[in-house]
């Protein structure tokens, strides 16, 4: 055996342990690089030559160009992320809202029977059984009416 020894080769296990921490942070990087690059074009508060500029020193210097990233812009980086999560999440609310509440309610269905009660195209009857329908929740009032002047259209 040679006077210089290897410990990592020593023990294979301590070998296959170098290789997947060497890989993890080979895949680490990348993540980091990318997400630099990602951040680059969504700032808006950059003009297009600095962002056409950062992104040829991160590409051609990449080392270099990210390490001086993240000290530079580092830590607004999670400020644009939480701001642009914040505002999706905004968007996606207001989004349900309208559709949850696109439907009309049980008493503007109400109302609508009403009115076409008084027109005289659906009997007192049929209003009040189309009205049940709407308060126990089982059915629009579109349903009921269609029906209630298909009857009293014969």
């Avoid at 290789?19 to 993540?31: A, E, K």
């Avoid at 990602?38 to 297009?48: A, E, K, N, Q």
């Avoid at 005289?120 to 009205?131: L, M, P, Q, V, Y």
Wanted: one cysteine or more; glycine letters at 10%; hydrophobic letters at 45%.
């Amino acid at each position: 055996m040679s006077a210089q020894t290897y410990l990592a080769y020593d023990y294979p296990l301590l070998g296959a342990f170098w290789t997947m921490l060497m890989i993890f942070l080979w895949i680490m990087w990348f993540v980091l690089l990318f997400r630099i690059i990602t951040d680059i074009f969504r700032d808006d508060g950059l003009s297009g030559w600095a962002k056409a500029g950062w992104l040829v020193f991160c590409i051609v210097l990449p080392f270099l160009g990210v390490f001086v990233y993240v000290i530079a812009r580092g830590r607004n980086m999670g400020h644009r992320e939480t701001t642009r999560a914040r505002a999706q999440q905004e968007e996606f609310n207001a989004y349900i809202r309208k559709t949850a509440t696109g439907g009309s309610s049980s008493v503007d269905e109400l109302a609508r029977l009403s009115e076409i009660r008084d027109r005289g195209a659906i009997t007192d009857e049929e209003f009040r059984r189309a009205k049940e329908l709407v308060l126990s929740g089982h059915g629009p009032a579109g349903g009921a009416t269609t029906a209630g002047t298909g009857a009293s259209a014969r």
